[in-house]
Structures are given as structure tokens and as C-alpha cells.
């Protein structure tokens, strides 16, 4: 069982920053894919991005490519979401999730095992 808890969300302006983290404990850490996934009020959810750790590669949804950079800490089972040069359409609730290394379809939140509570992250104009 892996629990996973994130934190960072909150208010900023158009064109700030913020750092999500999202902490992870329970079964190994190290060997999880871990993606952040967002919802806006009246979307479905959207991916954001993915550490695929055991082959050392990252994706990023095409919304958030060159501003956003996911990134773990091994030692301290945490994955963080560093977002920058924020817009109003990024405003949404973000979520962490985890799951075993597979070649399933990384973009699809389904496949997707382990989830966390989920943060607010809102963008001022």
C-alpha cells in the first residue's frame, strides 16, 4: 500500500510560481512511477506529468511543456511538481498518483493506482 500526501497549492498571480510536493510512504517509493494530474471545476481530469523513475524518463502534458518540471527526492520519498509562469487555465485542483512500472499508458489516470488528496492551485489574472 502506498499513501500519498500533497501540499504547496494556494493563490498566486498570473505569471508566478509555486512548488508542489506530494510525500509518499508505504511500499518501496523508489520504483513507482509517479504523475500529477489536475481537475478544473467542469473538466475531466487532465494529465500533467510523469517520473517514470526506472527508466529515468519524464513526460509532460502539452499545456504545461517548458513551464512545468516534475521531480523526486529519493531520500525523501517526495515528488515535486514545480510550476512556473502560471496562467489562469492552470487554476484546477492537482493530485499525485502512483503506480508499478508498466508500459500502459502513462497520460491515462486509470491506470493509475494510488492517488492523494489532491491540492488547490489557483491563478489570479
Known amino acids: 500500500q502506498v499513501q500519498l500526501v500533497e501540499s504547496g497549492g494556494g493563490l498566486v498571480q498570473a505569471g508566478g510560481s509555486l512548488r508542489l510536493s506530494c510525500a509518499a510512504s508505504?511500499?518501496?517509493?523508489?520504483?513507482?512511477?509517479m504523475g500529477w494530474f489536475r481537475q478544473a471545476p467542469g473538466k475531466e481530469r487532465e494529465f500533467v506529468a510523469v517520473?517514470?523513475?526506472?527508466?529515468?524518463?519524464?513526460y509532460y502534458g502539452d499545456s504545461v511543456k517548458g513551464r512545468f518540471t516534475i521531480s523526486r527526492d529519493a531520500a525523501r520519498n517526495t515528488v515535486y511538481l514545480q510550476m512556473n509562469s502560471l496562467k489562469p487555465e492552470d487554476t484546477a485542483v492537482y493530485s499525485c498518483?502512483?503506480?508499478?512500472?508498466?508500459?500502459?499508458?502513462?497520460?491515462?489516470?486509470?491506470?493509475?493506482?494510488?492517488w492523494g488528496q489532491g491540492t488547490q492551485v489557483t491563478v489570479s489574472s
Open positions: 508505504g511500499r518501496t517509493f523508489s520504483s513507482y512511477e
Open positions: 517520473d517514470k523513475w526506472s527508466a529515468s524518463i519524464r
Open positions: 498518483a502512483a503506480r508499478e512500472p508498466t508500459y500502459a499508458e502513462y497520460k491515462d489516470a486509470r491506470r493509475y493506482k494510488y
